[in-house]
């Protein structure tokens, strides 16, 4: 084959190869949006729920990192809400029990007796707070009529509220302490328990409120 033959064919071969190696146009097929992913979801819907507490931003910085297992159901939120409240009822009681036996042997019997009765509150505390979270994981355990639905989250209800109350009467009991630093760290701590309880107890009425379990 003369050089003359050779150019000729490349001069064909060539444009059908160029052609074969630009990428093939696309109709009707655009690049899917980018979706909300199931994290982003639960994050803004934990963000609005909390809008309904007393403690807001307590409450979305307590919860947000949850928010994969909470998406956007009220009764999950409602039972992280309960579970976190119950880990910081723990804490509480069992710092309060280690001071109340350290002050035993303290000369301040007014601080000693305050801190026993705050030991006692908090351990009732955490004993109503576990029965709620108990309640809310039968709940969801198998689907309940409307009835039977309020009437156990009226259990859950009352069991906050009274857990409430025994965080609150802890700090009752040290108006007759003297001021000092014991005094203002066990009000401190316990104020920040009772507000993370509150946000519980709230999250449980919204729950209600919706009426789904």
Request: hydrophobic letters at 35%; a neutral charge.
């Amino acid at each position: 084959m003369n050089t003359q033959n050779s150019l000729f064919l490349v001069s064909l071969v060539l444009p059908i190869l160029l052609f074969q190696l630009q990428p093939t146009p696309t109709f009707g097929d655009p690049t899917p949006a980018p979706t909300s992913t199931p994290t982003a979801n639960g994050t803004e819907f934990i963000r609005t729920s909390c809008g309904t507490t007393l403690y807001p931003d307590l409450c979305y910085h307590s919860l947000s990192r949850y928010a994969s297992a909470v998406q956007q159901s009220p009764g999950q939120l409602a039972k992280v809400a309960i579970g976190v409240s119950l880990s910081k009822a723990r804490r509480m009681a069992a710092y309060v029990s280690t001071l109340a036996r350290q002050a035993e042997y303290g000369t301040d019997r007014r601080a000693a007796a305050a801190l026993h009765d705050c030991s006692t509150n908090f351990g009732d505390a955490v004993d109503e707070i576990r029965g709620s979270l108990k309640q809310m994981r039968q709940l969801g355990a198998a689907g309940v009529g409307v009835e039977s639905f309020r009437f156990q989250m009226s259990n859950v209800q009352t069991w906050m509220s009274a857990a409430l109350t025994d965080e609150d009467t802890c700090t009752d009991g040290f108006e007759d302490v003297a001021d000092g630093s014991l005094k203002s760290d066990v009000c401190d701590r316990v104020t920040k328990v009772h507000k993370i309880t509150s946000n519980a107890l709230a999250l449980v009425n919204s729950y209600v409120e919706k009426g789904t379990a």
